[in-house]
C-alpha cells in the first residue's frame, strides 16, 4: 500500500479529498466547477470593491450615466434602458444569488433532512401522510409553485429582503420533498443495518439512535444535492426575476429581473443589457452543475477514474468483467 | 497428454484508491486432464482473481503479466488469454473453461427461463436452431440430475431451490463440453447436506464427463472430500502445491499447518478445557469480573424458557404468513452455552432476535430474564436490555462507522447510564478491550482500519460491556477466515468459562458448536428436531435429520471424508431428500 490507513486532516475536508482523489477528465471538470464557483463567490463577497458604481446609482460627479450607453470606458458593459450601468448590476447580482441560495438551501436542508429521517425512521401513518404531500408538490409545475409562494410571502411587495426571502422560501417550498425523499430512503436502508440493529439490543432510546447513528450516516450523499440544488435555486431565482415576480430595481440587482427589462432591447440590437446577466446564470450555474456532477461521479467507485496500476508493468486490462 | 491450463509466473495488480495492489505475485500452476486441483487461501490470498484470470474475468482496474497457455476444447492448440483479442477471448470463454459462480442465485437471471439460459451458451458457439438448443438443454439438466426435465426446463430460477439452481449453473458450464471448469466457492452459499450433493455432482462431472475442475474454496472439508491435488495460496503467492493426501498428511509449510490447525472438527473436545488464557487477558479479566460484583445471578431461575414459541412473519397481499418457528420448546439455564444449530431457513436466526426483542413472539410463550416476551412493550422489556449481550454475524456492519471503537464500545455504558460519555467510560473500555485481546490503542480506530477479527472481538467487547447474564451470538464466526475463527473462538470460550454468562450461541457449522457448547438444539423447518448433551447429540444422533446433517459435513481428512462418504450414500439412500 502506498498511503498508509491514517488519512491526513486535509484529506477529511469534503471537497478536498475529493479533488486529491480525482484523476483526468474527472480533475478536469471538477477543477473547472471549483474555479468558477470561486469566482462567483468571490464576486458576491467583493461587490462593493469591484463594481464601479452601486446597483442603483443613476449618475455620478459627471452627471446622469444616460440610458443605453454602448459599453465604453466609463461603462465597460454599457448602460440599461433605466440608465443603470450593466457592470455593476451583474456584480451585485451574484450578491442578490448567493443570499437567494444560501437561505434556501438551508432551510430546505434542515427541513427536508428533519422530516426525512423522521418519517423513514419512524414510518407508519406519519410516514405515509408525509410521502403523499411530498408527491402533492412534486405534481405542481415547480415554477408555478415559486410563484404563488413568493406572492404569497411578498405580498406585492418588491424590496430588497421581502424579494429575497419570498424567493428563497418558494425555492425552499419546491426542494424539500428532494432532501425528504432522499434522506427518506437512506434512513430506510440504514434502518436495517446492523449497527442500528446492535443499538437496537442495547436498549438505546429512539432519539439517540436517529440522530447519533441514522443521520450521520444518512447525509453522505447530501453536498452532491446541494450543488445541484443551489444551480437549481438560481435558475428558480432567475425565473422569478424573468417574470416579473423579483426585486424592483432600484432596491436590489437581479440578473433575471434585469433580462425580463432588456427583452424590448434585443430587437433594437441592443445587444449588452442581456447577453451579460444572461452569462453570469449561465456560468454560475455551469460551475455549481460540474462541482456537483464530478462529486457524485467521485462517490461512486464504479464511476470514478484510477491511475493505470504501473508496477506489474503489463498489458492493461481492457476487458470488463 | 499435456496441460489444460497452464500459468506461468502470472502477476495481477490493481490499481485502487490507496495506491497499487499487488493482489497475485508470480504464481506457476498447471492442471492435467480429469484433474481436480483446489486453490485454498484465506480471504485475499489471491486464490479468486487467479481463477478469473483464466477467463480474463478481471476488472478494469487490474494489469496483468505472464501467460495462461490454456487448451482449446478439441485438444488440438492452447492460445495464451492473456493476449488474446476480445473476440478470440469471447470463443474461448464457455467453450474452453466454463465458469460456476459462488451464488446460484445471482448468477441466473431471474426473467429468462432456465432452458433458455442454458442455450445461451449453445447459441454464443454455435448456430443451432430452436429444437435443438432446447433438446440440448434437457438432456444436460437430466444428467446434473433435475428431476423431470422435459418439463422444468421451462421454469423460471425461483421455482427451483438453492441446491437445483447451483445444479443448473454447473449444467449450464457442461452444455459446451469444456475441458475445465474453474468453481469459484462453488458450495459455499449452499447448506450442509445440499453441499454434499453438490461435491457429488462436481465428481460426476470429471468421471463421466472428463473435465478437469479448478476448485476455489476455503472449506478444508470441501478440499478433502474432491480434490486430487492442492494449491496452497498466502497473500498472493502459491505456498505449497501436493498431492491431496500428502498435503493434509504431511504438510510442509508453516502456513499450510497453521491453516489445517485451525480447522474445527468435530470430537476433538471442547475448547475451554484446553485453551489456556495469556498472562495479560487473565488480568484483565480478573479486573472486570471484580467490577462486575458478584456471581449470584448465575444461578437459580432460567435465563431463557420458550415453551411452544411460534414466530411468524406476516405474509402481503393477505397471502398467509411465513412461520419461521413453530412450537419450539427450549431452556437455556445460567451459565450455559447452548448452541442452536441448523441449515438456512431453519429458523435458529429467528429464535435469536426474539430472544433479544427484535422480533415479535406470535404465539406460544417465550420468558427472556423473568419478562414475557409474548405482546411485550419496548418501554417494559428496554431495562431487561442491559442484562443481554448481543453479538453479530458481520463484524463489518455492525458498527456504525463513523464512531471509533472505544465510542462503540462505550455506547452501552452510556445508554444505561453507567457513564456520561465517551471519555468517562474509556477506562471501562480499555479493559474490555484487553480482555477481547485488543490493545487500548485500537480504541482510537475506526471500524473499518481493523481486519474482521479485530472487529468481531471488538463486537465482543461491546457485548460484555455491561456484564450481561445472556449473550446471544448470531453466527459470530461464520463471515471470517478459518484461521482467525479458530481465534475468536478461543476468545469465546476463555471469556465464557471465567465471566459465566449464559449463551445462546447459533451457528449452521456443526462442528463450531462443538468446540463450544454444553448442549445442542438442532431446528429444521423451525422445528426442534432433536436437544440434547453435545456429546450425546454429535456422536450419537436419534434424529434423521440430524445424521443426515452430521454425515453431510465433510471432514479435513481426505481418508477419512472418503468412508464417510459412502457412509453418507448409504443413508441418502435410506431416506431420500424431502
Known amino acids: ?321 | 497428454m499435456s496441460e489444460v491450463v497452464d500459468i506461468q509466473d502470472l502477476a495481477i495488480t490493481f490499481a485502487t484508491d490507496g495506491g497499487d495492489v499487488r493482489a497475485v505475485r508470480g504464481v506457476d500452476l498447471r492442471v492435467a486432464p480429469g484433474e481436480v486441483l483446489a486453490i485454498v487461501g484465506e480471504s485475499g490470498s489471491g486464490k479468486t482473481v487467479t481463477a478469473r484470470s483464466i477467463l480474463r474475468l478481471l476488472p478494469e482496474t487490474a494489469t496483468t503479466s505472464g501467460a495462461i497457455l490454456l487448451r482449446n476444447n478439441t485438444d488440438t492448440d492452447t492460445a495464451d488469454v492473456l493476449t488474446l483479442g476480445k473476440g478470440a477471448l469471447r470463443a474461448v470463454r464457455g467453450r474452453d473453461a466454463a465458469m460456476v459462480f459462488q451464488e446460484p442465485s445471482t448468477a441466473l437471471n431471474p426473467v429468462y427461463p432456465v432452458g433458455w439460459q442454458i442455450a445461451e451458451g449453445l447459441r454464443a458457439h454455435r448456430h443451432i436452431d430452436r429444437k435443438r438448443a432446447h433438446a440440448e438443454a434437457i438432456e444436460v439438466m437430466r444428467r446434473v440430475g433435475i428431476p423431470d426435465p422435459e418439463h422444468r426446463v421451462d421454469h423460471y430460477p425461483h421455482q427451483f431451490s438453492g441446491g437445483q439452481k447451483q445444479r443448473i449453473v454447473i449444467a449450464m458450464a457442461l452444455v459446451l463440453d469444456p475441458r475445465l471448469i474453474i468453481a469459484d466457492e462453488p458450495t459455499t452459499a449452499l447448506d450442509v447436506t445440499v453441499q454434499a450433493e453438490i461435491l457429488d455432482l462436481l465428481r460426476t462431472c470429471r468421471d463421466e464427463f472428463g473435465s478437469a475442475i479448478l476448485l476455489i474454496t476455503h472449506n478444508m472439508g470441501v478440499v478433502a472430500d474432491l480434490a486430487d491435488r492442492v494449491a496452497v495460496m498466502y497473500e498472493g503467492e502459491i505456498v505449497e502445491q501436493a498431492d491431496v493426501r500428502t498435503l493434509f498428511g504431511a504438510p510442509q509449510h508453516p502456513y499450510t499447518r497453521r491453516l489445517l490447525e485451525a480447522v474445527p472438527r468435530i470430537g476433538s473436545g471442547r475448547l475451554r478445557d484446553r485453551v489456556r488464557m495469556p498472562a495479560e487477558v487473565a488480568e484483565a479479566v480478573e479486573e472486570l469480573r471484580e467490577e462486575f460484583a458478584g456471581d449470584e445471578h448465575r444461578v437459580g431461575q432460567p435465563v431463557v424458557e420458550a415453551r411452544g414459541l411460534v414466530v411468524r412473519y406476516p405474509g402481503r397481499f393477505r397471502r398467509p404468513g411465513f412461520t419461521a418457528v413453530d412450537g419450539v420448546d427450549l431452556v437455556i439455564r445460567p451459565g450455559e452455552m447452548l448452541g442452536l444449530v441448523g441449515e438456512s431457513g431453519s429458523g435458529k436466526t429467528t429464535i435469536g432476535r426474539a430472544i433479544a426483542g427484535l422480533t415479535p413472539v406470535t404465539d406460544g410463550s417465550l420468558r427472556v430474564l423473568g419478562v414475557e416476551m409474548l405482546g411485550v412493550r419496548e418501554r417494559r422489556f428496554r431495562p431487561v436490555r442491559k442484562r443481554i449481550g448481543f453479538v453479530f454475524q458481520d463484524p463489518a456492519t455492525s458498527f456504525n462507522p463513523l464512531l471509533t471503537i472505544a465510542q462503540c464500545v462505550a455506547e452501552p455504558l452510556i445508554v444505561h447510564g453507567v457513564a456520561g460519555d465517551a471519555r468517562e467510560a474509556r477506562g471501562r473500555v480499555d479493559e474490555l478491550l484487553e480482555a477481547v485481546q485488543l490493545t487500548s490503542s485500537y480504541g482510537d480506530r475506526f471500524p473499518h482500519e481493523l481486519s474482521g477479527g479485530q472487529r468481531q472481538r471488538a463486537s465482543l467487547a461491546r457485548a460484555l460491556a455491561l456484564d450481561p447474564e445472556l449473550l446471544i451470538a448470531d453466527e459470530p464466526t461464520s463471515a471470517l477466515d478459518v484461521s482467525v475463527q479458530a481465534k475468536v473462538l478461543d476468545l469465546f470460550a476463555l471469556l465464557q468459562a471465567e465471566l459465566k454468562f449464559a449463551c445462546l450461541f447459533i451457528s449452521h457449522d456443526l462442528a463450531v458448536v462443538d468446540l463450544l457448547a454444553d448442549r445442542i438444539a438442532v431446528l429444521h423447518h423451525g422445528r426442534l428436531a432433536e436437544e440434547g448433551r453435545a456429546e450425546q447429540v454429535l456422536a450419537d444422533p436419534r434424529d434423521p435429520y440430524t445424521q443426515r446433517l452430521l454425515a453431510s459435513l465433510p471432514v479435513p481428512d481426505p481418508a477419512e471424508q472418503a468412508a464417510r462418504r459412502e457412509a453418507w450414500r448409504t443413508l441418502t439412500a435410506a431416506t431420500p431428500v424431502s
Open chain 1, 1 to 321: 500500500m502506498a498511503r498508509t490507513a491514517r488519512r491526513s486532516w486535509l484529506d477529511r475536508v469534503p471537497v478536498v479529498h475529493q479533488l486529491r482523489q480525482s484523476v483526468g477528465l474527472q480533475r478536469g471538470m471538477l477543477i473547472a466547477g471549483l474555479v468558477l464557483t470561486g469566482i462567483f463567490l468571490l464576486t458576491a463577497l467583493l461587490a462593493p470593491v469591484l463594481a464601479p458604481y452601486g446597483f442603483a446609482d443613476l449618475r455620478d460627479e459627471n452627471g446622469l450615466f444616460g440610458a443605453h450607453q454602448r459599453p465604453s470606458a466609463a461603462h465597460p458593459l454599457g448602460t440599461t434602458v433605466g440608465g443603470f450601468d450593466v457592470l455593476s448590476r451583474v456584480i451585485f447580482g451574484a450578491r442578490t444569488a448567493v443570499l437567494v441560495i444560501v437561505i434556501a438551501v438551508v432551510a430546505s436542508l434542515f427541513l427536508g433532512v428533519l422530516l426525512g429521517l423522521v418519517s423513514g425512521y419512524l414510518g407508519g401513518w406519519l410516514d405515509r401522510v408525509l410521502v403523499v404531500v411530498a408527491d402533492a408538490i412534486y405534481a405542481f409545475p415547480s415554477l408555478l409553485l415559486a410563484i404563488v409562494v413568493s406572492i404569497a410571502v411578498s405580498g406585492g411587495q418588491s424590496d430588497m429582503w421581502s424579494g429575497v426571502v419570498s424567493a428563497a422560501i418558494a425555492i425552499t417550498v419546491v426542494f424539500v420533498p428532494q432532501y425528504f425523499r432522499v434522506i427518506r430512503a437512506e434512513t430506510i436502508r440504514i434502518k436495517a443495518e446492523a449497527y442500528v440493529e446492535s443499538a437496537k439490543v442495547l436498549g438505546t432510546s429512539t432519539a439517540r439512535i436517529m440522530f447519533r447513528h441514522v443521520l450521520r450516516n444518512a447525509t453522505r450523499s447530501l453536498p452532491l444535492i446541494f450543488t445541484l440544488n443551489a444551480s437549481e435555486a438560481i435558475l428558480t431565482l432567475a425565473g422569478l426575476g424573468f417574470l416579473g415576480f423579483g426585486i424592483e430595481q432600484s432596491s436590489g440587482a437581479e440578473w433575471g429581473f434585469d433580462l425580463n427589462r432588456s427583452l424590448s432591447d434585443v430587437t433594437s440590437g441592443i445587444w449588452w443589457t442581456s447577453i451579460f446577466p444572461g452569462t453570469a446564470i449561465v456560468l454560475v450555474v455551469l460551475g455549481l452543475t460540474l462541482v456537483g456532477e464530478s462529486l457524485n461521479d467521485l462517490a461512486d467507485p464504479r464511476l470514478r477514474g484510477r491511475r493505470a496500476a504501473g508496477a506489474a508493468a503489463g498489458v492493461p486490462e481492457e476487458v470488463a468483467a
